[in-house]
Nanobody, 120 residues
Framework: QVQLVESGGGLVQPGGSLRLSCAAS????????MGWYRQAPGEQRELVAA???????NSADSVKGRFTISRDNARNMVYLQMNSLKPEDTAVYYC??????????????WGQGTQVTVSS
């Protein structure tokens, strides 16, 4: 069974940085994409960024230039470096792995989520 465990969330001031990590275990060979979604209160879950095993990145326009996704395939880890954080980045961030690039769907496997709060 696939298990995803996130870490690295917390409280940060606007303009600050955080790095999220996700450790995946029990990965099946056909998983191609590892990434991050987020869900703010009263909002739908949305893609933040996803990275294919071939190095292709898909990311939300709102985080381009500020967030960087990376992965370590040998260790089944995916990371999200978040810089220049804004209050509107406040959300629960979820690690996700999936086979295809159907990022508008909630398919694949999910972690339990980690809270990121950006506030002064």
């Amino acid at each position: 069974q696939v298990q995803l465990v996130e870490s690295g969330g917390g409280l940060v001031q606007p303009g600050g940085s955080l790095r999220l990590s996700c450790a995946a275990s029990g990965i099946i060979p056909s998983i191609h994409y590892m990434g991050w979604y987020r869900q703010a209160p009263g909002e739908q879950r949305e893609l933040v960024a996803a990275l294919s095993d071939g190095g292709i990145t898909n990311s939300a326009d709102s985080v381009k230039g500020r967030f960087t996704i990376s992965r370590d395939n040998a260790r089944n880890m995916v990371y999200l470096q978040m810089n220049s954080l804004k209050p509107e980045d406040t959300a629960v961030y979820y690690c996700n792995v999936r086979r295809g690039n159907d990022f508008t769907t909630l398919r694949g496997y999910w972690g339990q989520g980690t809270q990121v709060t950006v506030s002064s």
